[in-house]
C-alpha cells in the first residue's frame, strides 16, 4: 500500500471479529499490551459482541481504498476521558502511518477528552500519542531492574541496566528501582548509588516457616540491616559539590615551622614545610614567604602566620 493512499474509516462489525483477533493475538500487539497472554477465540468472541454493543465504547475499523485491514481503533469511555487503543496490522508498521490512523480515529471524536494507558517501555506508542497530540501525564510510574532467577546471583544482575533505563525511561517521568531476589546487601546499596528509587524486597519473619520465596526473602534483622545500608548510602551520595567544608579543612595542609628558626634568620624549605592540619598559613603562600626574614624565635610546630615576617 503507498504511504499516499486514503485511508477510510468505519465503525467495528460483527465480520470483523475473526481479523480483529489475530491482529489482537500478534506477537508484538501482545508484547505492547498492558495484559500480555494469548486471547482464546471463545473469549475474544464473547468480549468482541459486548463491545459492539457497548454505548461507552466507540470501535473503528481502518482499511485501505483497496479494502485492506490496516489497523482498528477503540476509544472507550472512563471516568476523566476516553481511553484510547490502537493496534497496527503488521503488513503496514514502519509506513509512518500511524499518526495518519490515530489522526483519522480522533477526528471522529471532536471536543472529547483523549487518554492512554501505555506501557511506559512502549516507547514506539509513546512517540505515537505524542505526535498525535497527546501529552505524557507522567503519572507515578516505577520501573524495576529485575533478575528472575531465585535467588539471584551477583555475577547476573547486571545492575549497569538501571543508568541505562534511567536516560530511557527517566525524561518521561518514570523513576527507576531493582526488584531484588539476591540475599546480600551490595544489590540494593548498588542501585540506590546509580540512582534507584525504589528497592523491591521479599520479606519473611521466619525462614523456617517455610513458603515458595522464603529462599530469597529477609527475615526482619535482614531487613533492618538493608535499610540501614540504602540509608545510609543516601547520605554518603550527598550531591555534586567540589567545596572543602569547615569539618574537611580541619585535616587539611598548611604551613609550619619544622625547625627551630631565630630571630632574624630566613625562611627556607628546610625550616617551613606544608603539613597537616590546617591551622598554619595557607600552602599557596610558600613561594612568596620564602627568603623573608622572621622578626621573632619560632619554635619547631609552630604554625606559620604571615605576622611573625618582617
Known amino acids: 500500500m503507498p504511504v499516499a493512499e486514503t485511508l477510510l474509516i468505519r465503525p467495528a462489525a460483527l465480520e470483523d471479529a475473526e481479523k480483529v483477533y489475530h491482529l489482537s493475538n500478534d506477537p508484538v500487539v501482545r508484547a505492547c499490551s498492558i495484559q500480555n497472554r494469548p486471547i482464546a477465540w471463545d473469549s475474544h468472541l464473547r468480549w468482541f459482541r459486548e463491545a459492539l454493543a457497548n454505548t461507552n465504547l466507540h470501535f473503528f475499523i481502518i482499511e485501505s481504498e483497496s479494502g485492506e485491514f490496516v489497523a482498528q481503533v477503540r476509544f472507550l469511555k472512563e471516568e476523566g476521558g ?52 497527546y501529552s505524557y501525564s507522567g503519572t507515578d510510574v516505577t520501573l524495576l531492574k529485575c533478575t528472575s532467577a531465585y535467588p539471584a546471583k551477583l555475577e547476573d544482575m547486571n545492575l549497569l541496566t538501571i543508568r541505562d533505563m534511567m536516560e530511557r525511561f527517566g525524561p518521561q517521568g518514570v523513576k527507576i528501582g531493582l526488584s531484588d531476589h539476591s540475599m546480600s546487601l551490595i544489590p540494593p546499596v548498588t542501585a540506590v548509588a546509580l540512582g534507584a528509587r525504589v528497592i523491591e524486597k521479599h520479606f519473611t519473619l521466619d525462614r523456617a516457616l517455610g513458603g515458595a520465596d522464603c529462599g530469597f526473602s529477609l527475615n526482619p534483622q535482614e531487613f533492618a540491616e538493608m535499610v540501614k545500608a540504602v540509608r545510609e548510602t543516601e547520605k554518603a551520595l550527598g550531591g555534586v559539590s567540589y567545596q572543602v567544608n569547615e569539618k574537611n579543612r580541619r585535616f587539611a595542609r598548611s604551613l609550619y615551622v619544622v625547625k627551630d628558626i631565630r630571630k632574624g634568620e630566613t625562611i627556607s624549605p628546610e625550616n617551613v614545610r606544608s603539613i597537616r592540619p590546617s591551622n598554619g598559613l595557607h600552602p599557596r603562600h610558600y613561594e612568596t614567604i620564602m627568603g623573608r626574614m622572621v622578626k621573632q624565635d619560632l619554635p619547631f610546630g609552630t604554625p606559620m602566620n604571615l605576622d611573625f615576617l618582617e
Do not use: C, Y
Request: proline fraction near 6%.
Open 82 to 133: 476516553w481511553i484510547t487503543s490502537i493496534s497496527i496490522h503488521a503488513d503496514f508498521r514502519g509506513k509512518k502511518l500511524g499518526e495518519r490512523i490515530l489522526k483519522l480515529a480522533m477526528a471522529q471524536m471532536p471536543g472529547e477528552p483523549l487518554l492512554a494507558w501505555v506501557k511506559v517501555t512502549n516507547t514506539p506508542s509513546l512517540r505515537l500519542f505524542e505526535k498525535a497530540g
